[in-house]
């Protein structure tokens, strides 16, 4: 175990009995994470991702002397962020059809391409992972940009550890070919079932 592990157990457990500056230091240490996590499910909505945090650390502070220890305190709080996010989408029947890609900010003129470039194989990726089935763009997410380890995906989203690599595994080639064919130009941003990965 981690000492940052053994510190998150101690600060849960502060935090059942009563601390509230216990929560306030997991708020800090989980917020980027789980914000970053419940908003790109929601189309890059911040306001309804915000919202749903808040209502993971509320769960924390009601349930965390229920932690059992069996699991990393991060994952478990992201499974409660995983499953708030299942009940706000259904409760709301969104779907993930944000198109919204932020403009780039001023640069230097030298940099404007690269900033262009950056932006437009972002748009790409973020394409292509809307395209993905739930189960294996939830699992790509928590890999690549949460950092977390198979075991803790499983943990996350309640399913065995050999799923999720099976999940990743056919996520990852379905996004290279996606990528491929968007960069290509064989489909465009502008084709929402165009680029679909499909094998070829």
Not at 83 to 105: A, F, I, M, Q
Not at 156 to 164: A, R
Not at 185 to 193: I, T
Request: net charge negative; glycine share 6%; with cysteine.
């Amino acid at each position: 175990m981690t000492d940052s592990v053994a510190e998150e157990q101690a600060l849960l457990q502060a935090v059942a009995d009563g601390d509230q500056r216990a929560l306030q230091t997991l708020y800090r240490r989980w917020q980027p994470r789980l914000q970053y996590y419940v908003q790109s499910r929601l189309g890059g909505d911040a306001a309804a991702a915000q919202d749903v945090v808040h209502e993971v650390m509320l769960d924390v502070w009601r349930q965390a002397g229920r932690f059992e220890g069996r699991s990393k305190p991060l994952t478990w709080a992201m499974s409660m962020a995983h499953n708030k996010l299942v009940d706000y989408l259904r409760k709301w029947s969104r779907e993930d059809s944000h198109d919204n890609v932020p403009e780039p900010e001023d640069h230097e003129e030298g940099d404007t391409a690269a900033a262009i470039q950056g932006s437009q194989e972002a748009a790409y990726l973020h394409h292509c992972i809307r395209q993905l089935p739930d189960g294996q763009r939830d699992a790509i997410q928590l890999a690549f940009f949460d950092d977390m380890a198979y075991p803790d995906i499983a943990e996350v989203i309640d399913c065995p550890l050999g799923t999720v690599k099976t999940r990743i595994f056919h996520a990852r080639a379905q996004l290279k070919r996606c990528l491929s064919a968007l960069m290509k130009g064989l489909c465009s941003l502008d084709e929402p079932d165009g680029c679909s990965p499909r094998p070829s």
